[in-house]
């Protein structure tokens, strides 16, 4: 079994920075890549950054040049820095690790961008 948790959401003005973490523990194996995804009121839940195993990564348009994932391999840790955060990153945030053929998701942490 596989549980991973999320730290690092909260409230933030706009313009202001938060790092979400998402750790794994238990039945770890293989993991193949990492990502944050997320959900905001009434639309779909996107992808917003994942890392491969090879460390190649990949950013939606929006959060471009503004958002930071990384990955620390000893720690089964993967990271999302976010700065110059605006409203419309307000979101439940999800972290997913995929080992193997599967996906497993953490529990959600919100962020809210809001003065």
């Known amino acids: 079994q596989v549980q991973l948790v999320e730290s690092g959401g909260g409230l933030v003005q706009p313009g202001g920075s938060l790092r979400l973490s998402c750790a794994a523990s238990g039945s770890i194996f293989s993991i193949n890549a990492m990502g944050w995804y997320r959900q905001a009121p009434g639309k779909e839940r996107e992808l917003v950054a994942d890392?491969?195993?090879?460390?190649?990564?990949n950013y939606l348009e929006s959060v471009k040049g503004r958002f930071t994932i990384s990955r620390d391999n000893a720690k089964n840790t993967v990271y999302l820095q976010m700065n110059s955060l605006k409203p419309e990153d307000t979101a439940v945030y999800y972290c997913?690790?995929?080992?193997?053929?599967?996906?497993?998701w953490g529990q959600g942490t919100q962020v809210t961008v809001s003065s």
């Open positions: 997913v690790f995929v080992m193997g053929a599967l996906g497993y």
């Open positions: 890392i491969s195993k090879y460390g190649s990564t």
